[in-house]
């Protein structure tokens, strides 16, 4: 059997934009890394989350979103509140998955969909269609039984590809999306595994929220899969996704920069003698030579908490006597 290829052309519009998407990923390397910038990291998973979920009818606002997440209680559909709870579990598995790994996938899509579908996890057994914002179908997917042939042939082009990361990862964005291979949640699947495969090329994609630029621009994202279909070829969407990455990056660069900015010298000092090891707000003192707690608490703790640079041992309790404070 001769190994399926998808159809696509790469053009000069492409390559433009692909430069430029490196080059801004260039000016994050001149930045630290966002591995030293945990309430960023948070406030994007939060974003990819709510914007991927919303775009699939998911009504919980950004602000609900983050309350489920942090295990609040949430007035709102008990549908939606499992979808969050299943989305943050399975984005927190990123760097554990494989995303040349077809099984992984399926893995995936039973975390992303357990308690919401029978048969999370596994391929569609009947007809699926796209439908968008607008209750219109707009494509009518292959048929069931062809469904795990087309997808091991998609995985076998995506593992030997040599094509650039970021078109390789749009073209199967689109293919994943018009063979449709589970009953629901492919939309919120693609999405998730796209991310997952710029994250194996470039770990900023992890915390990149692609997704909210994605809901931004919904009715074009429904278009150019509408069009790819129509013209035989994934040309529209790959475009569609390099502009939409191009603009998820240059707002990062944007966040880093600014985040950055509003990191002071005390919180610096701060976070040079604090261990990962939880420490008493006086172990913290002595080491930074202050006399004064409410200087201490003002100037340097309560903005480092702020931050989410460091974390308490008793996040309920603030003012706990006993409370110890570490490196996040």
């Keep these: 059997m001769e190994r399926y290829i998808p ?10 934009l692909t430069s430029e998407i490196m080059e801004d990923l260039g000016k994050l390397s001149n930045v630290n890394d966002l591995d030293k910038l945990p309430r960023l990291r948070r406030v994007n998973r939060i974003k990819s989350i709510q914007s991927s979920l919303a775009i699939e009818n998911n009504t919980l606002s950004l602000e609900q979103v983050t309350d489920v997440i942090d295990g609040k209680r949430v007035l709102g559909p008990q549908d939606d509140i499992i979808a969050v709870k299943n989305a943050f579990a399975v984005y927190k598995m990123i760097p554990d998955f494989d995303p040349f790994s077809l099984k992984d996938l399926k893995k995936a899509h039973g975390i992303m969909m357990e308690y919401l579908i029978d048969n999370a996890g596994h391929f569609r057994t009947g007809q699926v269609g796209v439908i968008n914002e607008k209750e219109k179908v707009i494509h009518v997917a292959p048929p069931h039984d062809l469904v795990e042939s087309l997808m091991e042939q998609l995985f076998d082009w995506l593992h030997t590809s040599k094509a650039q990361m970021l078109i390789r990862s749009s073209v199967f964005h689109y293919e994943f999306e018009f063979i449709h291979p589970f009953g629901d949640g492919n939309g919120r699947t693609g999405r998730l595994w796209q991310t997952a495969l710029l994250a194996s090329w470039k770990p900023i994609f992890e915390w990149t929220p692609i997704e909210n630029i994605i809901k931004n621009n919904q009715e074009e994202y429904y278009q150019a899969i509408r069009l790819s279909t129509a013209e035989g070829k994934s040309n529209r969407f790959i475009l569609f996704m390099l502009k939409v990455i191009k603009t998820a990056i240059r707002e990062i660069v944007i966040d880093t920069h600014n985040h950055q900015s509003h990191i002071s010298n005390q919180i610096k000092a701060l976070m040079s003698v604090i261990e990962s090891y939880p420490m008493s707000a006086l172990e913290l003192m002595e080491k930074l030579g202050l006399k004064s707690r409410q200087t201490f608490r003002k100037n340097y703790l309560q903005p480092a908490l702020e931050a989410g640079l460091i974390g308490m041992t008793n996040p ?13």
């Excluded at 309920?316 to 996040?328: G, S």
């Design 316 to 328: 309920d309790q603030p003012t706990n006597r006993n409370q110890r404070y570490y490196k996040v």
């Design 7 to 16: 159809p696509y052309d790469i053009t000069e519009e492409m390559l433009e």
